[in-house]
């Protein structure tokens, strides 16, 4: 086994060929973060004799000694884990695990479409997938009874859908996740705006903020990210002023119908943080849940 670390352009030419990839494994992420919290990162190439291939992202906080380093499959617990454009044989596998024992405190979150991790099963997580190869009827046809009546009763209220472009438009999403974060008791989250001034740089077709409107009025707004067949569903907000509206449901039938006339095959609700209510909504899209691996290596 041959291993080497990649350059970023090195790193994107090889996974822009890759089909079961997610924007979470792109440099640009790795990038992001690396700008908004002092992430260190690098993407490692597995190389067999077999002509086989896989690469493996992964980062860390910089400033700390090796021995009080915990390094990461990628930021914030996003997917990451080993991507390649064939089936991997069980003894690469093997050996790359063998590899990834010299690292102290590694934690891996494998990638739905393609976990290599199950046979050093620790730990489950889940995430909802929509395929998006049928007609987009059948598609709305598989949500539940209420998320059907949802999106009826939201499509009658004269709502707004569109892109937000512009720094003001992200600077008025991240006052709505704010206002948002006080619904939640336990919140899996605090972000900064440095965060959403990074996104806003991001090419458009890599990310996108969709906001929802009443009149004049912002009351939802959803982050997207897309990487060649897979577009997943990251953050959202709402006002909850405004739930009777049914401006989520809404937004998401948008992000459907356009990830299908983009040609993209997957749709993804992403893991729900543990929040019962986030699960249910998730689920009543009508999409398959998807299991993956988080495994912790010398911890």
Not at 84 to 110: H, P, Q, W
Request: with cysteine.
């Amino acid at each position: 086994m041959k291993v080497s670390n990649l350059t970023n352009q090195e790193w994107q030419n090889q996974i822009d060929q890759y089909q079961k990839i997610t924007f979470f494994h792109t440099p640009t992420w790795y990038e992001i973060w690396s700008k908004v919290n002092e992430f260190n990162y690098k993407a490692i190439l597995f190389e067999f004799s077999n002509s086989q291939s896989a690469i493996l992202p992964i980062s860390w906080l910089r400033g700390r000694s090796y021995f009080k380093k915990f390094y990461h499959s990628s930021p914030i617990g996003t997917y990451g884990g080993l991507v390649s454009l064939s089936k991997l044989d069980d003894k690469n596998i093997e050996s790359i695990y063998k590899y990834l024992l010299k690292y102290k405190r590694l934690t891996l979150c494998s990638n739905p479409l393609q976990d290599y991790l199950k046979n050093h099963l620790k730990k489950t997580d889940s995430t909802y997938l929509l395929t998006l190869e049928e007609p987009l009827d059948e598609i709305i046809t598989r949500w539940s009874s209420n998320h059907k009546r949802c999106l009826k009763k939201g499509l009658q209220n004269n709502l707004t859908v569109r892109i937000g472009k512009t720094i003001d438009e992200w600077r008025n999403y991240y006052e709505l996740y704010q206002l948002s974060q006080n619904r939640w008791k336990n919140p899996t989250n605090n972000f900064k705006f440095n965060l959403f001034e990074q996104f806003q740089k991001i090419h458009s077709k890599n990310c996108r903020l969709w906001l929802c409107y009443k009149g004049d009025t912002l009351i939802a707004g959803t982050i997207c990210f897309y990487q060649n067949f897979h577009a997943v569903y990251w953050h959202g907000s709402s006002d909850s002023n405004f739930f009777d509206l049914k401006p989520n449901h809404v937004i998401h039938y948008e992000i459907i119908k356009h990830a299908k006339k983009a040609n993209f095959i997957w749709y993804d609700l992403n893991p729900s943080g543990g929040h019962e209510s986030v699960e249910k909504f998730k689920k009543g899209f009508g999409g398959k849940q998807t299991f993956f691996t988080r495994l912790n290596i010398n911890q």
